[in-house]
């Protein structure tokens, strides 16, 4: 079975410093949106989060979800920790992706897995992206992709390749406050 992790040890601070994994969307908090469609796929879900998440901590062990405490300094070094702690392979994802769909979620990991690289990223094209995420989410201006926050180690280190892929609203990451507010209007819109 592949272990996976969803990524909510953020500070939030592009949506005002809030703990996005807990906000409700289509009446649901937005990780346990992530954690049912990763479920769905037949991973074995964890869930890691820093002491500035206590919220978070706590509804994950309420919910008794597996949960890996790092120390939060940023996310390259909780990720680096995690994937020695839970080894390889292991689909790492974004608590704040709330429309994600398990058979979006099954064709990147197929994709990925037929992949002749170590590490695979599901990357969005830049254009597309910004017809829905806002010019603050681009995490490489220049770039004609951007990463989604779903990538796939199938070993440490190594060679790296992406996936292009493009489908919104399944992809919509949730960092600012605008994007929330989009995310709200899909659900009135979709009722999802």
Known sequence: MLRAIIMAGGRGSRAGHIEKPLLKICGKPIIQRVIETVRAVGCDVYVSASLSCLETVKWCIM???????????????????????????????????PFLTPSLLD??????????????TL?????????????????????PTQPSGI?????????????????FPELL???????????EYICKCKRL
């Not at 197929?110 to 690289?117: Q, S």
């Not at 990357?123 to 989410?137: A, C, M």
């Open 151 to 167: 990538t796939l180690f199938k070993s440490a280190g190594g060679m790296w390749t992406e996936i292009v892929m493009s489908s």
């Open 123 to 143: 990357s969005i094209p830049t254009h597309e992206f910004l017809k829905y995420q806002d010019p603050d989410s681009l995490a490489f201006r220049d770039s």
């Open 107 to 120: 064709e990147f990991i197929d994709r990925a897995m037929k992949a002749e690289a170590d590490v695979v």
């Open 173 to 183: 990451n949730l960092n600012t406050y605008r994007e929330i507010l989009r995310a």
């Open 63 to 97: 919910n008794r979800i597996k949960l890996i405490l790092t120390k939060g300094f940023d996310y390259i070094h909780d990720l680096n920790y995690i994937v020695k702690l839970l080894g390889t392979p292991l689909l790492v994802l974004p608590a704040d992706m």
